[in-house]
């Protein structure tokens, strides 16, 4: 190799002859597959070359009616009556069955969302089956999470998730559920729902009572037959602030429970005294995370006026390094859009924050001709009143503002219709404390950021939400506490 | 400038996501090749003799003779008595002769004594000298000092090529990395160099990040390229790939050449011929046809 030669490597990809795919999924209701009362199936694709992987059936409100029904009586003859230790052992159960089969539902979940394996891998599916491990272990001890308190499980639950994190968003959704002794239906998102039908053969394997999960697929209206739908006593919804209002409308007048957790717009703050090199890497991980598709990611940097220059020429550096193409490379960073509307939205922001007057800057990278793309951006000079500041894009998208004091910088990242998640660089512990205890949000990360835990509650302030997932915080919502 | 702080979590994050690259099929067979040309085969032993010198300069230009265009080691690393035997042994070859020096490993003499011995290793023609830095100076806060005695070795080195030796495993913290990294730097190094491969830990891949970061933000604001080298504790053809990586993504293209990488290292150069082997013909040989010089 000549010395101006650039080394590029070779396409390391992951094997896909392992992995088990029917051509068609029906409705997994009552313990067993079955076809939709209407016949109909629409196509999930894969967003990296835009061929048909499988057909799905679509739920309408009779098969919702169906689904609430089972989960009922498995409710009411099994799985409320059933002692905590049993329950959890099902749950334990599933989650071994999934770490078993790490390696197929990564390949999956890549396949159907468009995220890059190395995600998959080390994320997404690890974080899956950890949910159902943590929540395994406090099916047994309810009453101890909540002393004094009595500890009833409320019935059944539906469940609508989101398509950035399938595999992720159902295990979050479904194992405290599980452990709290209520039963499920559960909607996984149109464009993604094959992990959730592979989990439904676990959820087979393991031999859960029928009817304890219910997983069924289709669009907003079958999404709405569950939310209208007045045998479940609580929906846990994970998706945009426009669906979580709709939800809240919809509800309003009954007594169901309910936890939404919807958009974010996250400052993420380096101040002068932060360790640059490493401010630089956590927002490469804030914001180009899962393409940006993450409602917690840093969307809005703000950097210290003195560093601003330095961090933002670094950020470039770094950016021109990440690799962008086949999500089953295992050295891709950035995979592709999960699907043309999102792309489109994504791509809409951009024109806007030109025409705002913002300074974009890409990368050089080729972009596949096939599939849906988008290159890692940044904008700098744009402020508050801009619109892709304050507008949640959900795509690989960085609006860059300046500041001179932390009380300026932390008024403006209180600016916002969101409260979901923040992040804080610095070298001093005392600038940490001061500056997370004065911002409303959810979750806010010192010297790092997405980094996600079973134990660790979730949840949103203002437009990001209601109520919170994981942790014992994440039992409550599914608990009538006496 | 000597004032960048280093998050070691994060460091140790980077270096996991950097290691997590899979190199495979062509791109791997360059990396192997590229990475044998960085090598400065080392003996620095209280045992090393002239006999078992002239044995691993031989070895430095004939890798493995019955396979075809491989490249030559970058250097031979000695002690001061062996240079005039290297060099000897090294005539007509493109292979550099290094010598530690400056009182090799502690760096306990005083000044003079060191520039003396830098001196008369440079005129029995090493062309490269590796010094180590004052660690007990720069432990006790003069930074000054470390710095005036790099520059004084530069200057008694003339032509040779400068690596420092910053001893990272008795600095302890990425701070006093980045540190001691900076200093050198500014002082005259044209390599800096992790360890004498005497202390544990020697060279760890959140160290060399480190350096590797120090280099670029060197060379971002002064247009100097600085050298790297790595030493101690790297053996295996996978560490060796993975540096590359490291130095690819940090430093780019430029880096990637034995102008300004090395490995200091002894037993890494058969582990490369292995995989090389290996990666033309699909079998892996026993070690027992790779020559042990």
Wanted: hydrophobic letters at 40%; a neutral charge; glycine letters at 8%.
């Amino acid at each position: 190799m000549s010395k101006k030669q650039k080394w590029e490597y070779s396409p390391a990809l992951e094997g896909t002859d392992h992995i088990q795919l029917k051509k068609q999924y029906d409705l997994f209701i009552n313990g067993k597959f079955t076809p939709g009362a209407e016949g109909k199936y629409f196509s999930t694709v894969n967003p990296a070359n835009e061929e048909k992987i499988a057909e799905v059936a679509e739920a309408n409100q009779k098969d919702i009616n169906f689904a609430v029904e089972s989960a009922q009586k498995a409710y009411d003859n099994t799985w409320s009556k059933m002692p905590g230790k049993e329950r959890g052992k099902y749950i334990f159960r599933i989650a071994r069955l999934l770490q078993e089969r790490a390696r197929e539902f990564s390949v999956i979940e890549t396949i159907d969302g468009g995220k890059p394996i190395r995600e998959s891998r080390d994320v997404d599916i690890p974080l899956a089956s950890a949910h159902f491990f943590y929540y395994a272990g406090w099916a047994d001890k309810l009453e101890y999470a909540f002393p004094g308190k009595q500890a009833n499980s409320l019935g059944v639950t539906g469940q609508i998730i989101p398509w950035n994190f399938p595999l992720l968003m159902a295990s979050w959704k479904i194992a405290p559920a599980l452990a709290t002794g209520n039963t499920v239906v559960l909607k996984p998102a149109e464009t993604t729902p094959l992990t959730a039908m592979k989990l439904a053969e676990i959820i087979q394997e393991a031999d859960l009572p029928p009817g304890v999960v219910n997983i069924v697929t289709g669009a907003g209206d079958t999404g709405k037959a569950i939310v209208n739908h007045p045998d479940i006593k609580k929906i846990a919804f994970t998706g945009s602030t426009e669906v979580g209002k709709y939800i809240m409308k919809s509800i309003a007048g009954t007594d169901k429970k309910y936890t939404l957790e919807l958009g974010g717009k996250a400052a993420n703050i380096i101040f002068e005294d932060a360790s640059i090199d490493q401010a630089v890497e956590g927002i490469i991980n804030s914001i180009f995370f899962n393409q940006g598709h993450v409602c917690c990611a840093g969307s809005r940097l703000y950097v210290q006026e003195s560093v601003a220059e330095e961090v933002i020429q670094k950020l470039r550096n770094r950016m021109s390094s990440l690799i962008v193409g086949n999500p089953l490379d295992k050295n891709t960073d950035i995979g592709a859009i999960n699907s043309k509307m999102q792309l489109d939205k994504i791509k809409m922001y951009v024109d806007l924050g030109k025409e705002e007057g913002g300074n974009i800057y890409q990368p050089s990278c080729s972009l596949p001709k096939k599939g849906f793309w988008h290159a890692p951006t940044i904008f700098t000079d744009v402020s508050q009143s801009n619109r892709i500041i304050q507008e949640e894009i959900f795509g690989p998208v960085l609006g860059i503002q300046t500041f001179r004091t932390v009380d300026e910088v932390i008024a403006k990242a209180n600016n916002t219709a969101y409260g979901l998640s923040g992040g804080v660089w610095t070298d001093k512990g005392s600038k940490i404390f001061k500056v997370t205890k004065d911002i409303r949000a959810g979750v806010i990360w010192a010297n790092t950021f997405n980094k996600f835990d079973p134990a660790s509650p979730f949840g949103g302030y203002k437009e990001s939400g209601v109520g919170s997932e994981g942790g014992i915080e994440g039992l409550r919502g599914y608990l009538d506490l006496a | 400038m000597y004032n960048q702080t280093i998050d070691q979590i994060n460091t140790q994050e980077r270096v996991a996501r950097l290691f997590s690259r899979s190199i495979k099929k062509e791109s791997k067979v360059q990396a192997l090749h590229l990475a044998l040309s960085m090598i400065d085969l080392t003996t620095l032993e209280g045992k090393d003799s002239p006999g078992k010198v002239k044995q691993l300069c031989y070895k430095a230009s004939h890798l493995h003779d019955n396979f075809p265009n491989l490249p030559h080691v970058a250097a031979i690393c000695v002690y001061p008595p062996m240079v005039s035997i290297a060099k000897k042994a090294l005539e007509g070859t493109k292979i550099n002769v290094a010598s530690v020096a400056t009182a090799f490993p502690s760096g306990m003499a005083n000044l003079q004594a060191k520039l003396e011995e830098v001196k008369s290793v440079v005129n029995e023609g090493a062309d490269e000298i590796d010094m180590v830095i004052s660690r007990g100076k720069f432990l006790s806060g003069e930074y000054q000092y470390v710095s005036d005695e790099i520059t004084q070795v530069k200057e008694a080195c003339g032509k040779a090529h400068l690596k420092v030796i910053l001893e990272t495993g008795e600095l302890v913290t990425l701070d006093n990395v980045r540190l001691a990294s900076d200093i050198a730097m500014k002082a005259g190094a044209d390599f800096i160099k992790t360890s004498t491969g005497k202390v544990s830990p020697s060279a760890t891949p959140p160290v060399v990040l480190t350096m590797l970061e120090a280099i670029r933000d060197f060379n971002n604001k002064t247009g100097k390229q600085i050298g790297m080298k790595p030493a101690g504790g790297i053996g295996t053809a996978k560490q060796a790939i993975q540096y590359l990586v490291m130095i690819n993504e940090t430093l780019g293209s430029d880096w990637l050449s034995p102008n300004l990488f090395r490995f200091g290292a002894s037993s890494l150069a058969n582990d490369i011929l292995m995989q090389i082997v290996k990666q033309s013909t699909g079998n892996y040989q026993s070690k027992d046809y790779f020559s042990i010089d």
